[in-house]
């Protein structure tokens, strides 16, 4: 009698026909920075330095009503533009755009009134 091979091994080394597989961040990401050439801006020296100058100039807090969370490790915070961009450079650039958000209100609440305000258009 012939054995049977796993199914699970060959499962691996079938490309998706549809996109990418699902949960898969990484190469949804690196598709989207090579669609869209404003986002090479955040990686940056000066993104850098300017993100920085504005995390200090808001004294490491957030700036979002009702927060006002003061965080210590700057990877929980960000740089976030009250008027987005939408790859205008005059507007990503401008410090006075910029303000200090922690993570979770950035990704929850400020993204939703992004989506919102794109939406309703």
């Known amino acids: 009698m ?9 499962v691996a080394t079938i490309k998706p026909l549809v ?5 898969d961040e990484k190469t949804r990401l690196r598709e989207r920075d090579q669609q869209v050439g404003w986002r090479s ?12 100058k504005v ?11 009702g927060c006002g969370k003061v965080e210590g490790d700057t990877s929980q915070l960000v740089a976030d533009h009250k008027i987005p961009h939408r790859g205008d450079e005059a507007l990503f650039w401008d410090e ?3 303000q200090c958000l922690c ?8 993204q ?7 939406s309703s258009r």
Not at 2 to 10: N, S, V
Not at 103 to 110: F, I, R, Y
Not at 112 to 118: D, G, I, V, Y
């Open 2 to 10: 012939a054995k049977l091979r796993t199914i699970k091994p060959l």
């Open 19 to 23: 996109g990418r597989m699902p949960g």
């Open 41 to 52: 801006w955040y990686k940056t020296a000066r993104w850098q330095q300017l993100r920085m």
């Open 55 to 65: 995390l200090i100039r808001d004294l490491f807090t957030c700036q979002m009503v």
């Open 96 to 98: 006075s755009n910029l």
């Open 103 to 110: 993570k979770t209100c950035h990704d929850k609440l400020k």
């Open 112 to 118: 939703k009134e992004e989506r919102t305000a794109w």
